[in-house]
Nanobody
Framework: QVQLEESGGGLVQAGGSLRLSCAAS????????MGWFRQAPGKEREFVAA????????NYADSVKGRFTCSRDNAKNTFYLQMNMLKPEDTAVYYC???????????????WGQGTQVTVSS
């Protein structure tokens, strides 16, 4: 079992950057694919980025390609999302999740954090 806790959210101006972290507990972190999702008010949770257990393969939503980068440090049990060139439409609660394989569907992930708020002002 894995417990996840996100941090690093906040308020930033459009064009700015933030780095989100997701700290995982449990010795099996390195066995899981990890994903970032976000949910804006009144909208469904949507896929942002994901990475395989090894960190060798990742994929991204079209809306964030070229601006966001996910990475992981299995020695530190931590998963990251570097967000650059932020836009007001990136405003949402961001969640990290752990699952058995790389994917973009929320249903494919077994464990979720509580989320961290990201607000981008125009």
């Amino acid at each position: 079992q894995v417990q996840l806790e996100e941090s690093g959210g906040g308020l930033v101006q459009a064009g700015g950057s933030l780095r989100l972290s997701c700290a995982a507990s449990g010795r099996t972190f390195s066995m899981y694919a990890m994903g970032w999702f976000r949910q804006a008010p009144g909208k469904e949770r949507e896929f942002v980025a994901a990475i395989t257990w090894s960190g060798l393969m990742s994929n991204y939503a079209d809306s964030v390609k070229g601006r966001f980068t996910c990475s992981r440090d299995n020695a530190k049990n931590t998963f990251y999302l570097q967000m650059n060139m932020l836009k007001p439409e990136d405003t949402a609660v961001y969640y990290c999740a752990a699952g058995s394989k790389l994917g973009s569907a929320p249903g494919g992930y077994d464990y979720w954090g509580q989320g961290t708020q990201v607000t981008v002002s125009s």
